[in-house]
């Protein structure tokens, strides 16, 4: 797997960094996509950049367990006062794009950001 930080991620698919600034050093070793909250926490793997189009500051908690490199939040939507100021007190990056989560995903793979088995 290509070696990438998250300004990396954040200068290739021009991503808005919405809070974690101060984290964007940090290396990106998978990604996950899902909306499903439950899903996240059983299947995400520490280091994962999650895909995902929830807003909620519940997001920020289920990153935080289990040590996601970030969150993305796609299709243009933009996070809750709430969500953004839970992020920077639990110190989780969260990024906003305009594109749809399956163009991030295949953007992801296209960079060399692969899913250990």
Known sequence: MAQMTLADLVHELDLTVSAGEQDLGREITGGYVSDL????????????VWITLQLHQNIIAVAFLNNLACII???GRQPEEATINKAQEQGVVLLCSSMPAYEI????YQ???RREP
């Open 73 to 75: 939040i796609v299709n």
């Open 111 to 113: 960079l060399g950001i």
């Open 105 to 108: 995903a295949g953007r992801l």
């Open 37 to 48: 909250l439950s899903d996240v926490i059983a299947n995400a793997k520490e280091g994962d």
